[in-house]
T-cell receptor, first 111, second 112 residues
């Protein structure tokens, strides 16, 4: 089955700097790659996703890139703000298979 | 988001006790999921259901059972709780046409 590896497990950045979180997946059939943000005391919430027919997608300060050949995808957050501090999860799936999540990255934005 | 609710929000129980965690949704979604979150291990799928008559095991179903009472309700049971089931449990929903999963606020379970 699918296996998703996520790095780093923790990340600290200065406010205004960029943050990058990377994930690799094992199943070449996977074609859907979402990113979820979990704030303290809440459930995860989708922030951006990408499908395998697209190499990059942007939404304001966040972007996701996908390299199908290398089977990895990344989340980029620019101009980080304190409210970006959270745990971020990547995931992968295809068809009706359930999402397989990475182990998460705890991002701390230092003011 | 109150569209997906979980009860109780916190629960302390003893080893060997049977407990039930409940999930209700007003989003009208057919698909519902139960996940377990442990520090450093991410979100792991316990069970999922694509409709009322469909129940599927996930990655870590041993020691758990589920019941899909209606489209809007999906319950998770621990038949005989053990300490290593101490974790944060999340329910989620989705539709067949959109992979986005909507998570509830979670239930924090402590098994003594």
């Amino acid at each position: 089955g699918e296996n998703v590896e996520q790095h780093p497990s923790t990340l600290s950045v200065q406010e205004g700097d960029s943050a990058v979180i990377k994930c690799t997946y094992s199943d070449s059939a996977s074609n859907y790659f979402p990113w979820y943000k979990q704030e303290l005391g809440k459930g995860p919430q989708l922030i951006i996703d990408i499908r395998s027919n697209v190499g990059e997608k942007k939404d304001q300060r966040i972007a996701v890139t996908l390299n199908k050949t290398a089977k990895h995808f990344s989340l980029h957050i620019t101009e980080t703000q304190p409210e970006d501090s959270a745990v971020y999860f990547c995931a992968a799936s295809y068809g009706n298979t359930p999402l397989v999540f990475g182990k998460g990255t705890r991002l701390s934005v230092i003011a | 988001d109150a569209d997906v609710t979980q009860t109780p929000r916190n629960r302390i129980t003893k080893t060997g006790k049977r407990i039930m965690l409940e999930c209700s949704q007003t989003k009208g979604h057919d698909r519902m999921y139960w996940y377990r979150q442990d520090p450093g291990l991410g979100l792991r799928l316990i069970y999922y259901s694509f409709d009322v008559k469909d129940i599927n095991k996930g990655e870590i179903s041993d020691g758990y059972s589920v019941s899909r009472q209606a489209q809007a309700k999906f319950s998770l049971s621990l038949e005989s709780a053990i300490p290593n089931q101490t974790a944060l449990y999340f329910c989620a929903t989705s539709t067949p046409y959109q992979e986005t999963q909507y998570f509830g606020p979670g239930t924090r379970l402590l098994v003594l």
